[in-house]
């Protein structure tokens, strides 16, 4: 098992460096440098080529890039003109909200789809199961947007039972606590993530369901719901970890939308702001950074799975 | 020795000798085709997906409505005489805006997942027959780009490169192959052990050759089903792109960039600016899932009915 690990992470690795070079040289064919920005529109040829020199940006390509990810490993995110503060500081502003409204998404997602998985496979065919399966292809196939349009009309604005725009609260604390505009959110995320996890749960379930052990149990005289509760919901999340793992990129990129929608304080609303200002910096260190996400949750669901099946250990 | 004895009833090869039915022998296009059929979802979907197409792509001819003129006079106007679905902020009437828009939509939808289909065709075809070294690197750069975040990339590209129809189906499809590429390699590393590969090889044909007429056709019932998939993601795209407010802008029309207008909104109570759109948008993806899935189904022969 170590074997495989070790490749892994060497496959990791290896595709780190390659998006790292991708995303960089994209950018950097996009935007070669942030002068025109800082000098302004008048700025001449000669005071653009001057600022350059001065701040690194004529080096060669390669040389630029090397700097940068040298810099970024320090801890270094380069440096925001429009926002005159540093891209690191700017991210450190946000990301607790970021990571609170992300994690509370996910953890709801786990603790609704694990019971409805079940509930769908036992009841499987009737008419709870048909309901809840045909609800969560619609809210599958919806966009993230349409969801959260369809709360906040429904919870906010026809019945004003919850708050429209999310909390614009500094501290997390006060952000935590503040349920009456968080909810909806929150709402959003969990019913998105809910509507793919329980279709794997459910047809996870469905196998377990048809397993001789399970058989066994029941023979024994053991209670029903002490057979799902001991036996099968261990055996049936083994799909919902790799789910998890490969949810770690929404962490920072899914949020976009709902942040926007919510005007919500966090990583995915300075991404839509950076976009609108042509924030360079901005976007390349969270470009970066989302990759690097997308990799780890790869990585992390590959590892969680090796370490929660002892079937794949022996492979 | 049959002398006055009746004649026999014609032979009828249609029937067994003993009860049932024996049908003909069907081609394995007709029996999915058959299995999709039966599939009642499928058939909405579809029903759906022409609805569109006809009312978007042939309503203009029938229905004039004012999309390119502004008409503060009329701006805001509900559902009414005149204006079947309402006017928004510019007095532009929405229905001839949905049908503009769906008419981007779709040709995006399709365009983008023309272009990851064909790439990751070319890619995974290459990567699968040839193996070895080339295979290695190609299914490398295939993780890398994989690993892009794909929204973010796709939004700073649209910002930069904007807003037409070509330029988004290009961005949207430059960053969708790498999945077909790999079911694509794949469906190819499983056919190219078949002995009609071997007899072409035989025969003397060349690599693009295979490819060209042997693996990708082959290869043919995957690559239609995560078209279908990529059409719906690409719509979807689309309309994020669009609702963020770097879609398409005036004088052309983009259901995503409806919305973004339409939530300034939301708190007003002008619901045909929010809802109607919505609906195109989230009936539109419903529909091409619906047919995706029952593609999947039909092609998959282990589930057929017999």
Aim: hydrophobic share 55%; proline share 4%; with cysteine.
């Amino acid at each position: 098992m170590t074997a495989y690990l070790l490749r892994r992470l060497g496959t990791s690795i290896i595709v780190l460096i390659g998006i790292s070079i991708f995303i960089y040289l994209l950018l950097h064919a996009i935007y070669p440098s942030p002068a025109r920005a800082v000098l302004g529109l008048r700025a001449n040829n000669a005071q653009i080529a001057a600022w350059n020199k001065e701040n690194g940006y004529a080096r060669p390509v390669i040389e630029q890039y090397l700097s940068y990810m040298n810099a970024l490993i320090h801890g270094n995110l380069g440096y925001s003109y429009s926002n005159n503060q540093t891209v690191a500081s700017l991210f450190q502003e946000r990301v607790a909200r970021s990571a609170y409204l992300s994690g509370a998404g996910l953890v709801l997602a786990v603790l609704i789809a694990l019971p409805l998985g079940i509930f769908q496979a036992v009841k499987r065919n009737s008419l709870g199961d048909s309901a809840l399966t045909s609800a969560a292809f619609i809210l599958y196939s919806m966009p993230v947007f349409a969801l959260g349009l369809i709360l906040i009309q429904v919870f906010a604005l026809s019945f004003p039972l919850l708050g429209f725009e999310a909390s614009q609260s500094t501290s997390l604390w006060t952000v935590i606590g503040d349920w009456h505009d968080m909810l909806l959110p929150i709402l959003t995320l969990t019913l998105i993530s809910v509507a793919l996890f329980s279709r794997y749960m459910r047809s996870a379930s469905i196998d377990v369901l048809a397993q001789d052990y399970i058989k066994v149990a029941r023979a024994k005289g053991l209670p029903e719901r002490l057979v799902l509760s001991r036996h099968m919901v261990r055996n049936a999340s083994l799909p919902m970890v790799t789910l998890i793992g490969l949810s770690l990129p929404a962490l920072l990129a899914g949020n976009l939308i709902t942040e926007f929608l919510f005007n919500y304080q966090g990583l995915g609303l300075l991404f839509y702001n950076s976009l609108g200002k042509e924030d360079y910096p901005v976007l390349l260190a969270y470009t970066l950074i989302g990759a690097v996400f997308v990799v780890a949750g790869n990585l992390v669901a590959d590892i969680a799975l090796t370490v929660a099946d002892p079937r794949i250990r022996l492979a | 020795m049959a002398t006055g004895q009746a004649s026999l009833p014609p032979l009828d090869v249609t029937r067994a000798p003993e009860g049932g039915e024996v049908g003909a022998v069907q081609s394995g296009w007709r029996l999915a085709l058959r299995e999709f059929v039966r599939n009642r979802l499928a058939v909405v979907g579809v029903g759906i997906l022409l609805f569109f197409v006809l009312v978007c792509f042939l309503g203009p001819i029938f229905y004039h409505g004012n999309t390119l003129q502004a008409n503060l006079i009329n701006a805001h106007n509900p559902p009414g005489a005149g204006f079947p679905l309402g006017t928004d902020i510019n007095g532009f009437d929405i229905l001839g805006q949905l049908m503009k828009g769906g008419q981007a939509a779709l040709e995006i939808g399709f365009f983008a997942a023309f272009v990851a289909i064909t790439i990751g065709a070319l890619v995974g075809s290459v990567a699968g027959l040839a193996g070895g070294i080339v295979d290695t690197a190609l299914m490398r750069i295939t993780d890398v780009f994989l690993s892009v975040p794909f929204l973010f990339v796709v939004l700073i590209l649209a910002v930069r490169y904007g807003a037409s129809v070509l330029s988004l189906s290009l961005v949207i499809g430059g960053f969708s192959w790498q999945v077909p590429a790999r079911l694509i390699r794949g469906e190819v590393l499983t056919i190219r052990e078949r002995d009609f590969v071997l007899a072409a090889r035989t025969a003397g044909a060349g690599n693009w050759r295979l490819i060209r007429r042997h693996l990708l056709p082959n290869a043919l019932g995957v690559m239609i089903v995560n078209v279908t998939f990529q059409v719906a993601d690409a719509i979807l795209a689309v309309a994020y792109v669009g609702f963020l407010g770097f879609g398409l802008h005036y004088p052309n029309v983009d259901w995503g960039d409806m919305l973004s207008d339409g939530t300034g909104f939301l708190t007003d109570g002008y619901w045909w600016l929010i809802w109607p759109v919505l609906t195109c948008i989230v009936l539109t993806v419903m529909a091409l899932n619906f047919i995706g899935d029952a593609l999947r189904d039909s092609m998959d022969v282990r589930l057929r009915r017999r």
